[in-house]
C-alpha cells in the first residue's frame, strides 16, 4: 500500500489549491480515504473522508463548503478541492487509508492504517 500526496504550495487568502493522492496496491473504489492536516504545536486532525464506493463523504465543520474531496478510480487518485483558502488553513495535509469502508465521524488518526508523505499548504498574504 502505497500513497503519495501532492499539490501544497503558497496561496494568498481567498485562493485556491487541489490537492492529490496518488494510491497504489489495493482497490481504490473499494477504500475508504482520509485527508488529514496538522499545524505547528497542534495535534492533527481529520478534515475530509470518502467511503468505499463514495457511499459517504464528511467535512468538518471549518471546511464544509469550500473543501470537496472526490476520486477517480481510474487514476487510482483521492482529490481535495480547497477553495476560499484561509491563514487557519495552512498545515501539512496528508491523505491516510482506512480498513473500515464507510467514512464515519469522527475521524480518528489512530484508525487509519496507512499514511502518505505530507504536503505543504501555506495561505498568506
Known amino acids: 500500500v502505497q500513497l503519495q500526496a501532492s499539490g501544497g504550495g503558497l496561496v494568498q487568502p481567498g485562493g485556491s489549491l487541489r490537492l492529490s493522492c496518488v494510491t497504489s496496491?489495493?482497490?481504490?473504489?473499494?477504500?475508504?480515504i482520509g485527508w488529514f492536516r496538522q499545524a505547528p504545536g497542534k495535534e492533527r486532525e481529520g478534515v475530509s473522508c470518502?467511503?468505499?464506493?463514495?457511499?459517504?463523504?464528511y467535512y468538518i465543520d471549518s471546511v464544509k463548503g469550500r473543501f470537496t474531496i472526490s476520486r477517480d478510480n481510474a487514476k487510482s487518485t483521492v482529490y481535495l478541492q480547497m477553495n476560499s483558502l484561509k491563514p487557519e488553513d495552512t498545515a501539512v495535509y496528508y491523505c491516510?487509508?482506512?480498513?473500515?469502508?464507510?467514512?464515519?465521524?469522527?475521524?480518528?488518526?489512530?484508525?487509519?492504517?496507512?499514511w502518505g508523505q505530507g504536503t505543504q499548504v501555506t495561505v498568506s498574504s
Open positions: 496496491g489495493f482497490t481504490l473504489d473499494y477504500t475508504q
Open positions: 491516510a487509508t482506512d480498513l473500515a469502508p464507510d467514512c464515519i465521524p469522527p475521524m480518528t488518526p489512530g484508525s487509519f492504517d496507512s
Open positions: 470518502i467511503g468505499a464506493g463514495d457511499r459517504h463523504k
